[in-house]
């Protein structure tokens, strides 16, 4: 039987085909190898796009503890501080569900990948390192997490934690946000 996306609090996606196929239609990248997907595979990988947002840590709490989706939330916020309508699903997770959507029907292996860049750690050339807190890039954009960049910019304001979503540092201090017990000496500015 052919899956259908629902959407709403007691639904099972974020977006329906219809939605989709309008927004992807617009896309130079995805436009028409979504068109040639079947109509039941563009469902599942809706679906499942919505499952496996739904397994990530985002801001507020559920409004309603019977729904069965993450959104709408009581408590969110956008990127610029702005509250989140607690019964609004924003458009970036919506459309970030259909950029996973659209990536899932192109590669199912992506569903269980545990991320999305190379575990390099550590780049050296000559006397210039360059050195990841985690194996695979930084701010969300390559290995941090398991999406593709393309979802993690629809999303990443609406995660819980860090900076967009991510935990970061920055080298304007002289005290580390990780450990509050670590000093470190900073260089003059050159005259």
């Not at 939330?73 to 956008?78: S, V």
């Not at 819980?160 to 991510?166: H, I, L």
């Not at 580390?176 to 000093?183: A, G, I, P």
């Given at each position: 039987m052919p899956s259908t996306p629902t959407t709403g609090a007691s639904g099972n996606s974020y977006a329906t085909v219809a939605t989709a196929n309008t927004y992807l239609d617009d896309s130079v990248r995805a436009g028409l190898s979504w068109k040639a997907v079947d109509n039941d595979t563009k469902s599942r990988a809706l679906i499942t796009a919505t499952r496996l947002l739904d397994k990530q840590c985002f801001i507020g709490t559920k409004t309603a503890s019977s729904q069965t989706l993450e959104w709408p939330?009581?408590?969110?916020?956008?990127g610029d501080g702005n509250a989140v309508a607690d019964d609004t699903v924003p458009a970036g997770i919506i459309n970030g569900c259909i950029?996973?959507?659209y990536e899932l029907s192109q590669d199912s292996e992506l569903e269980t990948a545990k991320n999305t860049g190379s575990n390099d750690r550590r780049y050296r050339a000559g006397s210039v390192e360059i050195e990841f807190f985690r194996p695979g890039g930084v701010l969300g954009t390559d290995g941090i997490t398991r999406f593709p960049v393309v979802v993690m910019e629809w999303i990443r304001?609406?995660?819980?934690?860090?900076?967009?979503?991510?935990?970061?540092?920055?080298?304007?201090?002289?005290?580390?946000?990780?450990?509050?017990?670590?000093?470190?000496?900073?260089?003059?500015?050159?005259?």
């Open positions: 939330r009581t408590g969110a916020t956008d950029e996973l959507a304001e609406y995660l819980c934690g860090g900076y967009k979503g991510v935990p970061s540092a920055f080298g304007t201090s002289d005290t580390s946000q990780f450990d509050s017990s670590d000093t470190y000496e900073l260089d003059d500015p050159l005259s």
